[in-house]
């Protein structure tokens, strides 16, 4: 997959942008806050339909725009494509068109471009909490999945709706009647969530392990474990079984979420843990190991994006390379030789070997 050319129009710092890429390695340099992660933040858009940063379509607009506009030309599946976004202020929903045809969700582009972004917050996920690991595995199967992404949005829908009724229960205990069909649908819904995250998180700890490898020559040993409810026993288990499982760890957690008025139990709560040679690598690893490890869960979505689409997804590294010693860098470094690569640096002059410079300043080419 290669993005040959970008244009944006009214997309966060830049009114507007026309911009040719190299296939290899494209060097984005600027100082600080001149739009270089807005524009890594377009590409990931283009062919996700998800922004890293933002939580409403609004907050990528230029100030003052009542709409924005990114189009992209790229080459994947054997052919020249075209990928285009038209988000709005307000409430009006994001136009998506593919090829010049408008298509309605965002598993009619699936597989034209694939990207994975790798930031600074990243290198530190294994140390934080538990919803920025949940945010990393959804980035990834969403972009892996788009039923993932259906079902992820249901689930987060009828979460809102629950949330909403155990809160008024209080004033008004007549909404009570319809929770339990609320429960049943979370419970329907949030078992395929399971399924799903079993099956990608086995394959990236089977993939981060051989990375992780390779970088410490065999001296600890990756493994990944995914943790969800209790009474899942088996997460690679049918979606009946895991549909029955968390049923029985909602009813056991019934009256605690009505005196409470939270939701208590589900996927939404679910992480996954790392260890290296059996050590938890939350409580016990140093920053380095911490470090490595991040890296290697990086490079193994990359390489399952690439096992899944039969191409080679596009990477994007933002301000990563500058957090990193001198050996981690020679790490990332030496696995980014084929595929096409996006890496933003404020030191104009440290990488600028790698391929193709574009200086960024004020959200203009300077």
Same mark, same amino acid.
């Given at each position: 997959?290669?993005?040959?050319?970008?244009?944006?129009?009214?997309?966060?710092?830049?009114?507007?942008?026309?911009?040719?890429?190299?296939?290899?390695?494209?060097?984005?340099?600027?100082?600080?806050?001149?739009?270089?992660?807005?524009?890594? $933040?377009?590409?990931?858009? =283009?062919?996700? &339909?998800? @922004?890293? %940063?933002?939580?409403?379509?609004?907050?990528? *607009?230029?100030?003052?725009?009542?709409?924005?506009?990114?189009?992209?030309?790229?080459?994947?599946?054997?052919?020249?494509?075209?990928?285009?976004?038209?988000?709005?202020?307000?409430?009006?929903?994001?136009?998506?068109?593919?090829?010049?045809?408008?298509?309605?969700?965002?598993?009619?582009?699936?597989?034209?471009?694939?990207?994975?972004?790798?930031?600074? $917050?990243?290198?530190?996920? =294994?140390?934080? &909490?538990? @919803?920025? %690991?949940?945010?990393?595995?959804?980035?990834? *199967?969403?972009g892996l999945r788009p039923n993932y992404d259906a079902a992820l949005t249901e689930y987060n829908r009828i979460l809102e709706q629950k949330s909403r009724i155990l809160k008024d229960h209080f004033e008004n205990p007549a909404v009570l009647e319809i929770l339990p069909e609320y429960n049943t649908r979370l419970c329907q819904v949030g078992a395929l969530l399971i399924s799903y995250r079993a099956r990608f998180y086995q394959s990236l700890g089977q993939e981060a392990a051989k990375f992780h490898d390779a970088f410490s020559g065999g001296a600890e040993e990756f493994s990944l474990q995914y943790q969800t409810v209790?009474?899942?026993?088996?997460?690679?288990?049918?979606?009946?079984?895991?549909?029955?499982?968390?049923?029985?760890?909602?009813?056991?957690?019934?009256?605690?979420?009505?005196?409470?008025?939270?939701?208590?139990?589900?996927?939404?709560?679910?992480?996954?843990?790392?260890?290296?040679?059996?050590?938890?690598?939350?409580?016990?690893?140093?920053?380095?190991?911490?470090?490595?490890?991040?890296?290697?869960?990086?490079?193994?979505?990359?390489?399952?994006?690439?096992?899944?689409?039969?191409?080679?997804?596009?990477?994007?590294?933002?301000?990563?390379?500058?957090?990193?010693?001198?050996?981690?860098?020679?790490?990332?470094?030496?696995?980014?030789?084929?595929?096409?690569?996006?890496?933003?640096?404020?030191?104009?002059?440290?990488?600028?070997?790698?391929?193709?410079?574009?200086?960024?300043?004020?959200?203009?080419?300077?």
């Open positions: 997959m290669e993005l040959h050319n970008l244009k944006l129009r009214n997309f966060r710092n830049y009114e507007e942008l026309n911009l040719d890429f190299d296939p290899g390695v494209n060097l984005i340099v600027g100082r600080n806050a001149q739009g270089k992660t807005n524009l890594l $933040e377009a590409v990931a858009y =283009l062919g996700t &339909g998800k @922004s890293f %940063r933002a939580q409403k379509q609004s907050e990528m *607009l230029r100030f003052g725009a009542d709409f924005g506009d990114l189009e992209g030309e790229i080459f994947s599946q054997g052919r020249l494509q075209t990928l285009r976004w038209v988000l709005f202020d307000r409430q009006r929903p994001r136009q998506i068109w593919r090829n010049g045809a408008k298509k309605k969700t965002v598993a009619d582009i699936s597989g034209v471009m694939s990207t994975v972004l790798f930031c600074p $917050e990243d290198l530190m996920v =294994l140390k934080s &909490g538990a @919803s920025a %690991r949940r945010r990393l595995g959804d980035m990834a *199967l969403c209790s009474t899942v026993r088996d997460p690679l288990a049918p979606v009946s079984e895991l549909t029955q499982a968390l049923q029985e760890h909602l009813q056991s957690h019934y009256r605690a979420e009505l005196e409470s008025g939270m939701c208590l139990t589900g996927p939404h709560k679910d992480d996954f843990e790392v260890c290296l040679s059996g050590i938890n690598l939350k409580a016990y690893g140093s920053q380095g190991q911490t470090r490595t490890a991040a890296i290697s869960l990086k490079l193994a979505q990359r390489e399952l994006y690439r096992r899944e689409f039969g191409e080679e997804p596009v990477l994007l590294l933002d301000d990563v390379l500058s957090e990193l010693d001198p050996a981690r860098q020679d790490f990332v470094l030496n696995q980014i030789k084929t595929g096409q690569v996006f890496i933003t640096c404020c030191e104009p002059g440290k990488f600028t070997e790698l391929g193709k410079t574009i200086h960024i300043e004020q959200g203009k080419l300077s």
